[in-house]
């Protein structure tokens, strides 16, 4: 009680709880060389596993002979599909409903899949081990385009068609063809079709949002150890969703799940890379078995952008309908979604594409209709979420080109479109014609300060300047603005329609209060560099009073942390974040007994202020959450139990849906095809601000991975599905010599059915960021006639699109 | 496999001798034979700078060089640049700033700033965008690795240029 | 990705490593700062069971500017050029270019002796030496001679250099005039997509001498003789600027890759050109 000469403001300020810039926790150890990440881990007599890998993108396998592989010295064993096949792990389930060869069960269906896992002692002679496993291959067609794939007699899942050459339904019902995986429709088909049938204004376009990969600077990787004696198997790995990954290791080995300890150390980046269950970790845990030692699996780079985890691949069209004054009146879009050789995408059960029925947009479309078929091809399985949630990337993208397209149709200002078209602030919350209820926004208050603040009317009088310029010959470069209004829908999810092979997609966290009056709490969740361990504190710090200096946060380690789903889609916040809320309100609920008990007052006569309870009326009689915590500890509390802990396992009412207003302003060079941003102002709505300098650091990381996506970034084939990209010289990512400075702005419309009002902020820049980008280099070329040119916009494909123009002659 | 030779290296000031194959690439010495692990691989294409590691005064990606080129030479990582009892205003400066989130790239990306603040001590944000191209960020965006670098050269400058510095410093806390 | 194993010899002067070359023929390479031939071996796209260290060879890593010409040792490094004081002065354009070349590690390990001798076509100073009319000094056991740089490339990868030989200096008459390196890319660390040397002398508003090379757009660097004789004698107007770029155009033969297709690489060399003309002209 003698700390009362700090004032309240004081004592808040030494909570650093939420809404502060508060430094990283983190830092200490990077900075310093001192993260531990899953290459870092060194284990007594620790083997090193590594993958021949199919140079053919479709090939029959006649033969593997292992003989000269295994006489390299240090090469312990080679394992084939053979090996694996009696203990039934030559295949597993994907996330999708799916089934995915971990070794090559008879033949490979894209080039780099895994063909036979060499163990040796280090990587070396696993590398040279490798070179000398001869397998020969008989060539199949080739199929890299899913239209082919649904008009082709070759078929690349034999074990998808019956004896009888009939087609057993999949896990997401009736398929068309051999090759088809799924149709997944939402919304309403006859009505849709009907208002754009007979609506005055129909724009229409097909845009193919091309494959790509997240790409973290780390590659994937994981450590197996077998400890035969205890029965027990440790596995650390870089896991998005390390107790989902215990739970599928357990399904597939048969190990009971108490057995099993998986734990995520640091990751180096996810980007939606590290959720799925990739064949190195099942065979590092078969060889750690077979051989009673640890052993490591670390993709190469090459590895990781041509064998694991794709995005995008979606080749979408689409009609919007409008009256003459720009009323949106209904919305139709089919997607063929190339899946590759097996569809592993991770999303939600329910979802085979994700949310891509988020794909009204923010605006109040009253009828809509979304249809998607999933192909496979021969290509790399994944499909996962970069950097978005569950598809919502391409559903944005796909409506922010549209309402461009549309724009052009009815020859009015894009902004305007956006601005009549919003759903205003007073329709939510708010029933999308495609199913979703929007938490809450106010889009028309963002949109007006974004505009504002880059000046969008003076920047349109540039531009009609620029555009005369240019055709009195007076420059040779255009100039585009492009905007773009972004809905997101993350915080996956209600367990009533999400989960993830039956795996509730709830999450949870933990709390201990230490008697000192420090604490620690464990989260499903598993940072990659978003920064849990402080932002978490911060949100505890307020809850609980706390000072987020005195909580440690872990995450990572199934034996102690308690059951969650991860860390993707922006669901950490939303979720986690909001089990962290309660499981701190449990504890100020016990809190507010104990204070009640030592100030010998009725427990609804005490307050929370800030890190203390105040005898309600009387400010000088309080007990500090410090003193509480000690008392939990030492003191017999008639009908209380000892200890101060508690834990949630938070299962969200609703999705949450952060929203933005981008502006990109850029200068192309016509000639050579060179893009240069000259300007890019971000407005991020992400509810309650927990730390304002994470955040804009996540808006600054997730606009460069748009920038690159837009710009550059892809996985590209050529006809025999040799990946051409498979390196960091032609896969782009930018550095900081291609990177400008970004402007951050906010407004706060708070989660109304969140805990604390947070809705999640990580991916909002890379889905908004894409069509702003994109949208920037189309609008250069709008006065020119361009409608719709497809990304990757690098210079060639700029180039072209001035070129198909005349603008070269 | 071809035979072990014996090789010798600095390390952080710390000699180092040990038998390895010639075809050793340098970042796994460290991080596998000298358990230095800070210098990460990230592409092995010498194209993302991080296992960039100092090299007799040169920033070298360790990931393309083989250990018996290293054979002789004076290395520093991250490891040798601050620690605990004495960071470097660059690790400080990256704590500060927020110039860091998954902490990958970062060893690459605080070791080559020492090299490159050596080159320019006061350097202009082009001047850093360009020099620190050899390094790729894939959470920053690098707009708070330029401003981290910015800030640790002025705080170097200040510490260097003594006590007028440090009076003007106290001027700019002041504001 | 992990090379091969090899065998490596750091021999301490040039007879040794020409007696290493003896012996072992076709299965040796020497290598410089090994950024090229590394990432090759660890893709294991050139094998090399005889590795050959130049570091310890002395005498090759110095930088001589003399009353009409400039030598430069094979083992002087991007980062050397661009730092050299004397060299920036006497040929700009070296500078301008090195800075063009990857990024700043790669730069402080890379040579000029590798970067001219390995024949990669994406490499900058092949094109940049050939518009300089470097003259490049190789030493093999038969001694030493000089190959013109417009004479040293023959496809992707093949030199006149004879395997037994390794490229020791590069001289280059000292340049006159306005110069331009000016180079497009992806991004930083990516080869050209297409770059031109251009090196330009102005007499009284008239063009006296003109030389232009142009980068990654044929399986070798190509010096355009008609493009440089399109302009001299002229007042770089626009219309021998044209002629220039036409000339040039006929003598490169760019092949499809990420960067994009045939017509646009070419129609870039033009835009490139010109800018490297008009850049180069305006320093005449």
Redo the contacts between chains.
């Keep these: 009680m003698k700390d009362d000469v700090t004032s309240r403001e004081e004592r808040v300020e030494n909570l650093k709880g939420m809404g502060c810039s508060r430094k990283r926790v983190e830092d200490a150890r990077f900075t310093q060389g001192k993260g531990n990440y899953v290459d870092d881990i060194k284990l007594d007599g620790m083997l090193f596993g590594d993958f021949v890998r199919s140079p053919y993108a479709h090939a029959r396998i006649t033969s593997i002979d292992t003989e000269a592989a295994l006489k390299v010295p240090g090469v312990l064993a080679v394992l084939t599909a053979a090996d694996l096949e009696p203990l039934g792990l030559h295949w597993m389930p994907t996330l999708a409903g799916d089934k995915q060869m971990v070794l090559a069960d008879g033949k490979v269906l894209f080039q780099g899949q895994e063909v036979a896992f060499v163990v040796a002692e280090d990587r070396y002679a696993a590398a040279d081990g490798i070179e000398l496993v001869e397998v020969e291959y008989e060539e199949l067609p080739v199929i890299v385009d899913p239209f082919e794939a649904l008009q082709s007699d070759v078929v690349l899942r034999e074990d998808l068609v019956a004896e009888d050459g009939s087609l057993p339904d999949g896990a997401h019902g009736p398929r068309k063809h051999a090759n088809h995986i799924f149709t997944w429709e939402a919304g309403d088909k006859a009505p849709t079709e009907e208002v754009i049938a007979n609506a005055e204004v129909v724009a229409e376009e097909s845009m193919y949002y091309h494959r790509t990969h997240p790409c973290p600077l780390e590659t994937c990787g994981c450590v197996a150890s077998m400890d035969k004696v205890n029965g027990k198997l440790t596995l650390w790995g870089t896991f998005q969703a390390p107790h989902a990954i215990r739970t599928i290791v357990s399904l597939i080995s048969g190990l009971e799940e108490h057995n099993i300890r998986v734990i995520s150390p640091d990751i180096g980046g996810g980007f939606g890379n590290k959720v799925g269950a990739y064949p190195g970790y099942v065979c590092s845990v078969v060889a750690s078995i077979v051989t009673g030692k640890p052993v490591k699996w670390i993709e190469d780079r090459m590895d990781n952008l041509m064998t694991t985890a794709f995005a995008r691949d979606y080749h979408m069209t689409g009609k919007i309908s409008a009256t003459p004054e720009g009323k949106i009146t209904g919305l139709h879009c089919h997607v063929t979604a190339d899946h590759g050789g097996f569809d592993a995408c991770a999303d939600p059960t329910k979802f085979p594409a994700g949310f891509m029925n988020i794909c009204t947009g923010s605006y109040d479309i009253p009828t809509a209709y979304l249809e998607v078929d999933g192909v496979y091809t021969n290509k790399a399985p994944g499909g996962v979420s970069y950097r978005c949630s569950f598809r919502v990337t391409e559903a944005v993208y796909f409506i922010e080109r549209m309402i461009e397209v549309l724009a052009i149709k009815l020859d009015m200002d894009a902004a305007e479109l956006r601005r009549i078209n919003f759903i205003k602030k007073e329709q939510f919350p708010y029933t999308a014609a495609l199913g979703w209820e929007y938490d809450s926004g106010d889009y028309h208050t963002a949109w007006d300060k974004a505009l504002k603040a880059v000046d969008y009317d003076g920047l349109r009088a540039e531009q009609a300047q620029r555009v005369a310029d240019f055709k009195a010959g007076k420059t040779r470069k255009l100039m585009g603005i492009g905007l773009s209004f972004f809905t997101e829908i993350v915080g996956a999810g209600p367990v009533k329609n999400c989960d993830i092979l039956g795996l509730g997609m709830f999450d949870s966290c933990e709390i201990r209060i230490h008697p000192t009056g420090s604490a620690i709490a464990r989260l499903g969740t598993i940072s990659q560099g978003q920064g849990h361990a402080t932002t978490f504190a911060q949100i505890l710090a307020s809850e609980i009073g706390l000072p987020a200096d005195s909580i440690t946060i872990e995450e990572g380690d199934t034996d102690t942390a308690p059951y969650g789903l991860g860390t993707y889609g922006s669901r950490s916040t939303p979720v986690a974040g909001a089990a962290t809320a309660m499981a701190g309100r449990k504890i100020r609920a016990k809190a507010q007994m104990i204070a009640a008990y030592l100030l010998e007052v009725h427990d609804d006569d005490v307050e929370f202020d800030v890190d203390r309870f105040v005898v309600k009326g009387a400010p000088e009689r309080f007990k500090t959450m410090k003193d509480i915590a000690f008392a939990a500890y030492n003191q017999a509390i008639p009908g209380i139990e000892p200890g101060l802990e508690a834990v949630s396992y938070y299962d969200p009412p609703n999705m949450t849906y952060p929203f933005g207003a981008y502006v990109c302003v850029m200068d192309i060079d016509v000639d050579t095809g060179v893009p240069e941003i000259r300007r890019f102002y971000a407005l991020d709505d992400c509810g309650t601000r927990i730390n304002p300098m994470i955040i804009e650091g996540q808006v600054h990381g997730g606009l460069t991975e748009a920038l690159a996506v837009a710009l550059g970034q892809e996985i590209a084939y050529d006809d025999m599905g040799n990946c051409k990209t498979g390196t960091l010289m032609d896969f782009f990512l930018p550095t900081a010599w291609e990177v400008p400075n970004y402007e951050t702005d906010y407004t706060v419309t708070p989660s109304p059915h969140h805990p604390i009002g947070a809705k999640g902020v990580g991916e909002s820049p890379h889905v908004g960021g894409v069509p702003c980008f994109s949208n920037a280099v189309q609008d250069a070329f709008r006065p020119f006639g361009n409608t719709h040119t497809n990304m990757p916009h690098d210079h060639w494909r700029i180039w072209k699109t001035a070129n198909g123009l005349g603008l070269h002659d | ?3 072990k ?1 014996h090789y010798t290296l600095t390390v952080n000031g710390k000699e180092e001798e040990f038998l390895a ?5 340098l970042i ?1 010495t460290l ?2 034979r000298l ?16 296992c ?1 590691v100092t090299i007799d005064g ?4 360790a990931c ?3 250990v ?2 290293a054979s002789g030479k004076d290395i520093t ?3 040798g640049i ?3 009892d004495n ?1 470097h205003p660059l ?1 400080e400066a ?3 700033h ?1 110039g ?8 690459g990306m ?1 070791t ?1 700033a020492t090299k ?1 603040l050596e080159e320019i001590p006061n350097p202009t944000e082009e001047e ?19 401003k981290s670098i910015q800030a640790a050269a002025s705080e170097m400058n200040a510490a260097a240029s003594g006590s007028e510095a440090v009076g003007d410093k106290t001027v700019e806390a002041a504001e | 990705m992990i090379p091969a194993a090899f065998e490596y010899y750091r021999p301490k002067d040039m007879a040794g490593v020409l007696s290493l070359l003896e012996e072992h023929g076709d299965d040796a390479r020497v290598m410089a700062g090994g950024h090229s031939l590394i990432p090759m071996m660890k893709l294991r796209m050139a094998e090399v069971p005889h590795l050959i260290d130049l570091q310890d060879v002395g005498g090759m890593a110095e930088i001589v500017i003399e009353a009409d010409s400039i030598r430069i040792g094979a083992m002087v490094t991007q980062a050397d050029i661009i730092d050299h004081a004397g060299l920036s002065d006497a040929a700009p354009i070296l500078r301008e270019a090195a800075l063009q070349i990857a990024d700043p590690q790669v730069r402080y390990m890379g040579t000029v002796g590798g970067n001219v001798a390995n024949g990669d076509p994406g490499n900058d100073m092949p094109g940049l030496m050939q518009c300089l009319d470097a003259r490049f000094v190789v030493v093999g056991p038969d001694g030493e001679r000089e190959i013109a740089a417009r004479e040293f490339y023959e496809a992707a990868y093949m030199t006149a250099r004879a395997d037994e030989e390794v490229l020791t200096t590069v001289i280059l008459p000292l340049p006159r005039g306005g110069y331009a390196y000016e180079k497009q890319k992806r991004k930083i660390g990516d080869y050209a997509t297409a770059a031109a040397a251009v090196q330009i002398v102005a007499e009284g508003g008239v063009c006296t001498a003109a030389s232009v090379a142009m980068t990654n757009l044929s399986d070798t660097p190509v010096w355009s003789e008609a493009a440089g004789a399109a302009l001299v004698g002229t007042g770089v107007d626009d219309a021998a600027v044209k002629a220039a770029m036409a000339a040039m155009l006929d003598d490169i033969d760019p092949s499809e890759d990420n960067r994009g297709p045939v017509a646009f690489k070419k129609h870039v060399a033009g835009v490139i050109l010109r800018r490297a003309i008009e850049r180069a002209w305006s320093r005449a």
Excluded: D, W
Aim: proline share 5%; with cysteine.
């Design positions: 496999m071809s035979k030779q194959e010639p075809r050793e690439l796994y991080r596998e358990n230095i692990t800070g210098p990460h691989i990230g592409c092995e294409t010498s194209h993302c700078g991080a960039t040169k920033s070298v990606k393309t060089m083989f018996a080129q990582t991250i490891e601050g620690g605990p960071l690790q990256f704590k500060e927020h860091l989130q998954c902490g990958y790239c970062t060893p605080i080559r490159l850093i965008r360009f020099g620190m191209a050899g390094n790729i960020c894939r959470c920053t965006g690098y707009q708070n690795i330029v």
